[in-house]
């Protein structure tokens, strides 16, 4: 009996035990609330941070110690946290809430400490249906929402409040108590989108277009637009980083600004908005960084599209053949919900081309034994870049690849020359690479000795072939480039051909003959008429002495 009586009286207490035990628990989870939220993209991921909880008894509330620093500094008059709550003041929440997530590690401001997150309360991923749902206990809480590159989306914070009253439980979000299931919409906006341009200066009217048309040493004009959706009131973006690789041209120091508007020659640059991380120009390419600020950018300006403006000049290794010069850009970007989860935009490109000659060189005289013309060296040539030839080119000498030819020179450079002479394989071709669509004057500034020199020059017209739509260049030269000569009337026959060459599509090849006897003009012109009439009165003139003479001596032989 007693030994029942034992046994009763431990399975009481092992009861009562289970039953202090399990009173606390079922208390921990009475006031818990599930809440759903929507417009989530499959794959990314909503992140709670309890910012407050209550203490035992749900009579005061305990702070995360970031977030209590925070209220002070946001309202640093206000001491009594509870006002931020008793009310659900949600404008005030709302501002609070945004202030502390810009001002988290890498989004603070100056004269603002930089603040941090408590640890993540609990995450979880939208699956397809764009949903996501959490049970969470009473407080105060912040929910942000991590994306995936893919989706590329910046959501603006939502912050709700599971509040216990009276031993009523209460959801508040969005400003409004939420009196039938929990549901609260997240709102996103794109990220930032970035697109290059190089200003085209050969059109009519100037105009920004994925290409251009540039010589060795000029400087282009580039901007590089970026658009970033209405943040304010959502996020700050804690690194814009732009990264330029340059390939064959080089940044202009000190010529970046950031405007308002693609056309900057009456407009200001806003002011300490950018600050620029150039490379070494090396082997042909520089990596040039422009690190923006957004908050004086999008303070400064209100606006969420700046252009960014720079130059480049263009080097000696945009005149290789077959070379790709161009600028090529991404956007580096974090924003203040992921400080440390840095994103990178797809490239955006700006092309600049250039083009080339060769003029062959050869004598009157027939190849004995074959056919064409036979080759002739020695001969000298000044290209000048104006008809009325003042402004000489000046130029440089190069061989890579096994190739030699002439490029504009850069500034400061040595070696540089005005004569191009003897060029090629065979030693009778000029070749002239990085070049301008532009007309260049060529001169025949040497002579080969036993020739005469043309009269005049040579007109090296380079057109930039365009797209039918949006009239961009593509690189190749048009149809409508050509040699001819300047006095056609008496140095159209020195030239033997020119056309554009097959194989390379951005250059024009031209050969051009030097005469072993004096060149008369070419008929149909004014000087063809004039030699044509004075020949004949010479010849008018030399019969009627000679019939006179002829008369004279016979009259003479008759009186004797």
């Known amino acids: 009996m007693k030994q029942t009586m034992k046994k009763c009286l431990t399975l009481l207490l092992a009861l009562a035990l289970l039953f202090t035990m399990a009173v606390p628990a079922a208390a921990a989870t009475l006031y818990d609330k599930t809440i759903t939220f929507t417009n989530v993209a499959q794959g990314d991921t909503v992140k709670a941070y309890q910012v407050m909880k209550y203490a035992d008894g ?274 580096k970007y974090a924003t203040s919900v992921e400080p440390t989860v840095v994103k990178t935009t797809a490239a955006t490109t700006a092309t600049v081309h250039t083009y080339a000659f060769s003029l062959a060189k050869t004598s009157d005289e027939d190849i004995e034994g074959g056919t064409g013309k036979k080759p002739l060296t020695n001969a000298g040539f000044t290209l000048y870049s104006d008809n009325a030839m003042n402004t000489p080119v000046s130029m440089i000498k190069e061989t890579v690849g096994g190739e030699t030819y002439y490029r504009p020179a850069l500034a400061g450079e040595t070696g540089v020359t005005e004569l191009l002479a003897d060029m090629g394989t065979d030693q009778n071709t000029l070749l002239v690479r990085g070049l301008d669509a532009a007309t260049y004057y060529l001169k025949e500034t040497k002579v080969p000795s036993g020739y005469y020199a043309p009269k005049g020059s040579f007109a090296v017209q380079l057109t930039g072939d365009r797209e039918a739509v949006g009239e961009a260049l593509t690189g190749k030269l048009a149809a409508a480039s050509s040699f001819t000569a300047t006095n056609p009337a008496t140095d159209r026959v020195l030239i033997n051909s020119s056309g554009l060459n097959t194989a390379e599509q951005n250059r024009l090849d031209a050969s051009l003959k030097n005469s072993s006897t004096p060149v008369l003009p070419t008929t149909g012109g004014v000087g063809t008429v004039m030699f044509t009439v004075v020949g004949l009165l010479c010849m008018g003139a030399a019969l009627w002495f000679f019939l006179f003479a002829r008369r004279r001596r016979k009259d003479e032989q008759e009186q004797g």
């Open 58 to 331: 749900y009579n005061a509330y305990i702070f995360d110690t970031g977030f209590e620093k925070a209220i002070g500094q946001y309202k640093p008059a206000n001491t009594t946290f509870d006002k931020y709550f008793a009310g659900i003041d949600e404008e005030i929440l709302k501002d609070l809430m945004v202030y502390y997530s810009a001002h988290t590690a890498g989004g603070s401001l100056a004269g603002h400490d930089a603040l941090t997150f408590p640890a993540v309360y609990t995450e979880k991923t939208a699956g397809t249906d764009g949903t996501v749902s959490m049970t969470l206990e009473p407080g105060y809480y912040l929910f942000l929402v991590a994306t995936k590159a893919e989706n590329d989306k910046i959501y603006q914070p939502v912050t709700a409040f599971v509040q216990v009253k009276n031993e009523k439980v209460s959801v508040y979000a969005a400003g409004t108590e939420i009196t039938e299931t929990p549901n609260v919409a997240f709102k996103s906006t794109t990220g930032p989108i970035i697109e290059m341009k190089v200003k085209d200066d050969k059109l009519t009217a100037p105009a920004w277009k994925d290409t251009a048309a540039g010589k060795v040493g000029e400087e282009m004009d580039f901007y590089i637009q970026v658009t970033t959706p209405a943040y304010k009131g959502k996020a700050t973006l804690t690194t814009l980083d732009l990264e330029d690789t340059l390939a064959g041209l080089e940044y202009v120091a000190g010529s970046v600004g950031v405007y308002t508007t693609q056309d900057i020659a009456t407009a200001s640059a806003v002011a300490n908005a950018v600050t620029v991380d150039a490379g070494a120009y090396i082997a042909g390419n520089q990596k040039v960084t422009f690190k923006l600020k957004y908050d004086k950018v999008c303070d400064a300006t209100g606006a969420v599209s700046v252009y960014v403006h720079y130059k480049a000049v263009v080097k000696a290794e945009a005149a290789v053949k077959d070379a790709v010069t161009s600028g090529s850009a991404v956007l």
